[in-house]
C-alpha cells in the first residue's frame, strides 16, 4: 500500500510539471499581415529561406553560386510546345493516357507537335511524362497583332511563333477561290477508287 507521503509527493511532481507547461496562447505569434508581406516580398514563387542560404520553392530548394546572388526577371510563357520524342510501345497505360490528354496518343506522329496552355495542372501532366516528350516554350518576338488576326502564323523549331507576309497573302487568297468539291471536274475518293477497280479487272 501506498503511503500518504508517497501519494503526497506525486502529486507534487505532476503539480510541477503542469505549472511548467507554457499555454500555446502564451507564445508570441506574428501577425498575419506581416506574413504576407513577406511572401510578397519572396521574388518568383519563393516561399522561403531556409538557414544555409537555400531558396525554398515548392518541391526543391535552390542554392545561388554566390551568396546574395539575385536572377534577373523572367516572365514564363503562357503557351508551351510538346512534342514526344519517345515511342510508346511497351509502355504502361498511365503514360499512354496522359499523352492523349495532351493530344501525343498513338495514332499522332512524332514529328507533330501539341499547344498545351502553361498551367500548374497541365505542368503536372507534363512532369509524369517528361522522359518522353520534348517542351519548348513558344514566345512571340514580333509581338501579337492588335487587329487579331493570325493569317500568315508560322510556327518554329525553337518556339517563335513569327508573322510572314507572304503567307498572309497565299492564306487570303485561298480563301477567296472556290473549294475543290465545288468544281464539276472534281473526283472524290469513291468515284476514283471504283475507276480504277474497273480498269483493273476490265484493263481491254
Known amino acids: ?8 509527493a506525486v502529486n507534487c511532481r505532476f503539480l510541477s510539471t503542469r505549472g511548467s507547461v507554457i499555454p500555446k496562447s502564451v ?7 506581416t506574413e504576407v508581406e513577406k ?31 539575385q536572377d534577373p526577371p523572367y516572365e514564363p510563357s503562357k503557351v508551351l510546345m510538346v512534342e514526344r520524342i519517345r515511342d510508346l510501345k ?3 497505360y498511365w503514360e499512354k493516357d496522359t499523352l492523349a490528354k495532351l493530344g501525343l496518343s498513338m495514332e499522332v506522329k512524332g514529328s507533330q507537335a501539341a499547344i498545351v496552355a502553361n498551367t500548374p ?27 487579331g488576326d493570325v493569317a500568315g502564323a508560322q510556327l518554329q523549331d525553337n518556339g517563335e511563333l513569327v508573322f510572314i507576309p507572304k503567307l498572309k497573302s497565299d492564306a487570303l487568297i485561298a ?20 475507276r480504277l477497280r ?3 479487272l476490265r484493263p481491254y
Open 27 to 33: 507564445h508570441k505569434t506574428e501577425s498575419p499581415e
Open 121 to 147: 495542372s497541365i505542368c503536372a501532366q507534363l512532369w509524369k511524362v517528361k522522359h518522353l516528350i520534348r517542351v519548348t516554350p513558344i514566345t512571340f518576338p514580333q509581338g501579337l497583332p492588335e487587329d
Open 39 to 69: 511572401k510578397q516580398k519572396l521574388p518568383n514563387n519563393q516561399i522561403g529561406v531556409t538557414e544555409d542560404g537555400g531558396q525554398k520553392f515548392y518541391g526543391f530548394t535552390y542554392y545561388p553560386r554566390f551568396p546574395g546572388q
Open 175 to 194: 480563301a477567296t477561290q472556290s473549294k475543290p468539291e465545288d468544281r464539276r471536274d472534281y473526283l472524290d475518293t469513291d468515284t476514283v477508287k471504283k
Open 1 to 8: 500500500m501506498f503511503s500518504l507521503k508517497h501519494v503526497i
Open 90 to 92: 511497351n509502355r504502361p
Open 198 to 200: 474497273l480498269n483493273w
